[in-house]
């Protein structure tokens, strides 16, 4: 996608064919600032910290992390404990774990001479593949889009809400949710989206403001609790959201008020679509409110917020009483009843498992 005019993705190697380059996301939008990944720890510590955060980024990310710990150390035991460490640093996100089976499966059996020309090629494929499925995601989800402008008069703007962030920032490119976006606005359709701050991080805010401003997309950040109510006047059309994990009868994991938000567009007759690629789907799990770990960040992130003050500069302050805990759960889980449906690299389909297995036939009954 495009930072004024400019193509890039969010995670590219070097002119020295192993440096991994990923963007700071903690860092945006005030800046634009690049990291610079040179061993597996630098990588796990960009997953933990949310400098790389979006689930199909962070499987990319660890992907690398794998490639960087064989070129410092082929043996067995170094696949191993990159492979444990790395998969330690996020639990609710699936792709993270797909990308460490991927790369293990790519390397356990080869000999050492050749583990690490084997590990860039693989995590550079993992990249492109990620880039490709979610072009087709968007390509599959347009026609929501489509449909809700023809059912505007006198050629009336589609009113899409998303939550948190699923562009490409989130991805290597394009994006999940906001992929759809990017080619309805390209297209020339008149969109505008309606964007949640997704507090206590402010992904929403931050990141998906910024993304989408810079590629020119009409949008209105809002209070996480402003949606129900625009829904309630008519003023969306289409709700649009991501997905960390989706169980294989469709529930949905997702950042925490994603629920909420399917909560008030099924009161309300709004279509509510996730968008994903199929590895963010974990087969092993049924029932996400029962079996998907949800993550307890730090809690001095609801207690504190940071911005940049009159003077420019990026500042931290306290929010919430002295002495009130304070509770972060990052993620919530959507029943897949509340969802109109998925949209992967395959196409469309009911958030079931019925409706899972026609797109991925393959898996039916494993």
Known sequence: MKIDGVHYRSIWLDADGWTVHVFDQTRLPWSLEVL??????????????????????????????????????????????????????????????????EMRAALQNRP??????????????????????????????????E????????????NILTHCNAGWIATVDWGTALAPIYRAHDAGIPVHVWVDETRPRSQGALLTAWELG??????????DNAGGHLMQHGKVDLCLVGTDRVTARGDVANKIGTYLKALAARDNGVPFWVCLPHTTIDWS?????????????????????????????????????????????????????????????????AASAEGLSSLYPERAGR
């Open 36 to 101: 610079s990944l040179g061993s597996m720890e630098d990588a796990a510590r960009a997953i933990r910290s949310m400098q790389v955060r979006g689930a199909p980024l962070i499987g990319a990310c660890a992907a690398y992390g794998v490639a960087l710990a064989m070129r410092e150390d082929a043996s067995d035991e170094a696949l191993e404990r990159a492979c444990t460490t790395l998969a330690a640093t996020r639990p609710t996100a699936v792709n993270l774990h797909w990308a460490i089976g």
């Open 112 to 145: 050492r001479a050749e583990r690490v020309a084997a590990a860039y090629r693989r995590a550079g494929e993992i990249c492109d593949e990620d880039a490709a499925i979610n072009e087709a995601i968007g390509r599959n989800a347009l026609p929501l889009i």
């Open 147 to 158: 449909e809700a402008a023809a059912q505007k008069t006198c050629g009336g703007r589609v």
């Open 214 to 223: 810079k590629h020119g997309v009409p949008h209105t950040v809002i209070a």
């Open 285 to 349: 799990v049924q029932d996400g409110i029962a079996e998907i770990p949800i993550e307890e960040r730090d809690g001095r992130e609801m207690t504190e917020i940071a911005g940049r003050d009159e003077s420019g500069a990026l500042r931290r302050v306290r929010v919430v009483a002295e002495g009130s805990a304070a509770a972060n759960p990052a993620f919530d889980v959507t029943p897949a009843r509340l969802v109109s449906g998925l949209v992967t690299e395959r196409g469309r389909c």
